[in-house]
């Protein structure tokens, strides 16, 4: 209880509007221990259920976590389907424990690719859990920025083809309308953890003017006190938009 109070003490105080995290580092975390990569995947997964706790606790309004990219169906099959079924299980919980974590659950991708059992999962966790105020988790899955940005392109191309729409009445805050994060403030910070640093296809209409936080820690062993460092991190930024400050 000390130690948790302690921690809880150290939490920083301006809290952004959103975080986004790439869960990067659960491959190279198993291979450090011998172990196969979906063990990493089954360790990342707790992770992130503390870190969502940890963000709710903390009065966090939005968390988009990447979980699986549009480029992630090229790792083997054993691996995507250790990673389904994790997916699958994750849900199931979340389902069960909605009353009590609160959590609101929204999904950014395509996720007619995934199983139908996944679909009906991601559906009812999004339905029930809408109603809860507090921490919006933005699940990433089946998710590629290009993907994303070509669909919202293509949909209004689509009205301008049907009548409904002029191409000179697209504007920024329209496009971002279309697109999976429609009505989500954009990112105010994002992380990716594993000493990567890289943005892979991650939000990137939306992370126009995001701050970046980089750290080598991998997702797995990513805490509470590694949020509390990054948010430390994005306080000390200057964010300017293009002005002078
Ligand atoms: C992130 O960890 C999880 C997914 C991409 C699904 P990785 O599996 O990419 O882990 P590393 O990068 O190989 O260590
Ligand atoms: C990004 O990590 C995707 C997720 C964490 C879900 P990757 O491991 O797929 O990215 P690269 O291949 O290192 O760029
Ligand atoms: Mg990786």
Redesign the pocket.
């Known amino acids: 209880m000390a130690i948790f109070n302690k921690k809880r003490e150290a939490a920083p105080q301006n809290i952004p509007t959103h975080i986004a995290i790439?869960?990067?580092g659960n491959?190279r975390w198993a291979k450090k221990r011998g172990l196969p990569r979906q063990a990493g995947h089954k360790v990342g997964a707790e992770a992130f259920r503390t870190i969502a706790n940890y963000a709710k606790s903390i009065g966090l309004q939005y968390l988009t976590v990447?979980?699986?990219?549009t480029?992630?169906w090229k790792r083997s099959e054993e691996e995507v389907n250790a990673i389904m079924e994790l997916l699958e299980n994750y849900l199931r919980e979340a389902i069960r424990d909605m009353d009590k974590n609160r959590v609101r659950f929204c999904f950014f991708g395509d996720l007619t690719r995934l199983s139908p059992a996944l679909q009906a999962e991601a559906a009812e966790a999004v339905e029930r859990s809408r109603q809860y105020e507090g921490v919006q988790v933005n699940f990433?899955l089946n998710y590629g920025g290009r993907d994303e940005i070509l669909r919202a392109a293509r949909a209004f191309a689509a009205s301008c083809a049907a009548g409904e729409a002029k191409p000179e009445e697209l504007t920024e805050e329209r496009f971002s309308q279309l697109l999976w994060s429609a009505g989500v403030p954009d990112p105010d910070l994002v992380i990716r953890p594993?000493g990567?640093e890289?943005i892979?296809?991650?939000l990137l209409w939306q992370s126009a003017y995001a701050e970046y936080y980089f750290t080598d820690t991998l997702?797995p062993d990513f805490g509470p006190r590694d949020l509390d460092l990054a948010i430390e991190a994005y306080n000390k930024r200057s964010r300017r938009f293009g002005g002078a400050k």
């Not at 990447?66 to 990219?69: E, L, Q």
Request: some cysteine; hydrophobic content about 35%.
């Open positions: 790439i869960m990067d491959g990447y979980a699986f990219s480029e992630n990433c594993s990567e890289r892979s296809n991650f997702w």
